[in-house]
């Protein structure tokens, strides 16, 4: 992960950092007993604006370094 990250901010604008997430449930059940997660982030701002991360195939423990 990135972790040196560098943005000129101008007043009134809203940065989101996705980086990762740990220890995610496993969600989708196969027939073999197998689990496995597709997960994604939505970020909404003031109910109108929103926003989605790339899904990440078949993990528990995805990693975005997403700045949006």
Known sequence: INNRVCFFFSLGVVRVF???ARDLVKCDIS???KGKSDPFVKVRVQGNEERK???MNNTTEP???EVG
């Open 18 to 20: 996705v980086l990762r």
């Open 31 to 33: 027939l073999l007993g």
């Open 53 to 55: 991360t790339k899904t």
């Open 63 to 65: 990693v975005w370094d």
